[in-house]
């Protein structure tokens, strides 16, 4: 049997990163972390209590009175936020529009990398998010940017919110897009980056399938 390894993931909005993530880690047997949940649980507490988004102590305080937890599950990840059942709740637009403030405080950060990192300790797991790649699994055998151009993110998510019954505007959907990916990049405490070994893949052209095929490839070459 080989070992398992670590897949990360990293790349901007609506990139088909957490689709593809649980495809490859269904195939691989390995669990999926998507990081971003964390980020968005914190995100509609501060919103619930009415906490300053801008300010470092008020993220602080929050943090320390907070009970963040991942569970796998079938087709993905449960999210609970103080036990609570938060899933579905922490993709709202509400908090898609607040989280990226949020995660740019340092604490907010140190604390979820901790987490995520336990998560992942010793075992198979695809992890997604923005600074996988580049700080919480630098060790990663594999690791991918995925990315495909604004347009055509926004129509992904345009599609999905309709399942969901979200019924924003394409264009203001593709304004918030861009301008969270701008905050992401331009943060101080780790920005959205394409870490130095990670393997480039553009999905504009491509089918969830083909992606996804694409990162077992290259897994399986890892794997060998
Ligand atoms: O699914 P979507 O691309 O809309 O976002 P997400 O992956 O759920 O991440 C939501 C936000 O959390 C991002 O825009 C970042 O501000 C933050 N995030 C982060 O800072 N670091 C991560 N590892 C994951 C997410
Ligand atoms: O996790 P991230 O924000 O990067 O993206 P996602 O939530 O996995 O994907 C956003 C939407 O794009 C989902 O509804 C996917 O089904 C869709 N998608 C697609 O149509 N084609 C791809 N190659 C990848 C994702």
Known sequence: LTKPIQIAIDGPAAAGK??????????????YIDTGAMYRAITLKALTEGINMASNDEAGQLLSKTEI???PSGDGQLVFLDK?????????????????????????????????????DGRGVVMDGRDIGTHVLPEAALKVFMSASVEERARRRFEENKKRNILTPLEELQAEIAKRDKMDSERIVSPLRQADDAIFIDTTD???????????????ERLL
């Open 206 to 220: 491509l089918t969830i399938a083909q992606a996804a095929q694409e990162i077992l490839k290259l897994a399986e």
């Open 69 to 71: 937890d991942l569970q």
């Open 18 to 31: 957490s689709t593809i993530a649980k495809i490859v880690a269904e195939k691989l047997s390995y669990i």
């Open 84 to 120: 609570k059942d938060v899933t579905e709740a922490i993709r709202s637009q509400h908090v898609t529009k607040a989280v990226s403030e949020m995660a740019a405080h340092e604490q907010v950060r140190q604390r979820m990398v901790e987490l995520q990192q336990q998560l992942a």
